[in-house]
């Protein structure tokens, strides 16, 4: 990295903050569709962004979004996440976009039996995801929630459930209570 202006006995004016405000503008609408980021523009290096993510996925999704290759990536485990991190230059800024990841289980680590339960609730949150995509593709979003919720069996009546979540399920929310969530 470039070495960056420092102001001893002093912060930066945002003016000399300049560099970093413009390679935000740049990133954000060169690439709108990027996850958002925890953003840090130091007041004592002007000329740096930290740009903080909440999962691995996004920090992946910022590297291929900004070409950077796949080696250039820091990787640091500890006892319970991964650390994720790289440095690129945008707009002529030094940028850091670093997240981390949960560790998952070693499968080596995990009984047969656990490895099946593993499995068996993956399988089930994938067959709930795919039922609650149907279900937005003909339904309002409430109404798909609900329905999603019924289906996964941790909906009460369409009542308790609007005031629980703040929306209001519809009115084919009575009928897929009834039905259990069976289009």
């Given at each position: 990295?470039?070495?960056?202006?420092?102001?001893?006995?002093?912060?930066?004016t945002?003016?000399?903050q300049?560099?970093v405000?413009?390679?935000?503008?740049?990133?954000?609408?060169t690439?709108?569709?990027?996850?958002?980021?925890?953003?840090?523009?130091?007041?004592?290096?002007?000329n740096?962004?930290?740009?903080?993510?909440?999962?691995?996925?996004?920090?992946?999704?910022?590297?291929v979004?900004?070409?950077?290759?796949?080696?250039?990536?820091?990787?640091?485990?500890?006892s319970?996440?991964?650390?994720?991190?790289?440095?690129?230059?945008v707009?002529?800024?030094?940028?850091?976009v670093?997240?981390?990841?949960?560790?998952?289980?070693?499968?080596?680590?995990?009984?047969?039996?656990?490895?099946?339960?593993r499995?068996?609730?993956?399988?089930?949150?994938?067959?709930?995801?795919?039922?609650a995509?149907?279900?937005?593709?003909?339904?309002?979003?409430?109404?798909?929630?609900?329905?999603?919720?019924v289906?996964?069996?941790?909906?009460?009546?369409?009542?308790?459930?609007a005031?629980r979540?703040?929306?209001?399920p519809?009115?084919?929310?009575?009928?897929?209570?009834?039905?259990?969530?069976?289009?």
């Amino acid at each position: 990295m470039s070495e960056q202006p420092t102001y001893p006995g002093r912060l930066a004016t945002i003016g000399e903050q300049r560099p970093v405000l413009l390679a935000l503008t740049y990133l954000a609408t060169t690439f709108p569709e990027l996850p958002s980021a925890y953003m840090v523009g130091h007041r004592h290096l002007t000329n740096a962004i930290s740009l903080q993510m909440d999962k691995g996925a996004d920090v992946e999704a910022w590297r291929v979004a900004l070409q950077v290759p796949a080696d250039a990536v820091h990787l640091d485990r500890y006892s319970d996440y991964t650390s994720i991190q790289f440095d690129t230059i945008v707009a002529g800024v030094p940028v850091k976009v670093y997240g981390s990841t949960p560790l998952l289980p070693d499968r080596a680590a995990l009984s047969p039996q656990e490895d099946a339960e593993r499995r068996a609730r993956a399988a089930d949150m994938e067959a709930r995801h795919q039922a609650a995509e149907a279900v937005t593709q003909v339904m309002p979003l409430a109404e798909a929630s609900f329905a999603a919720d019924v289906a996964a069996g941790i909906a009460e009546t369409p009542e308790a459930w609007a005031e629980r979540t703040g929306l209001v399920p519809g009115p084919r929310a009575a009928a897929d209570a009834e039905t259990g969530g069976a289009l």
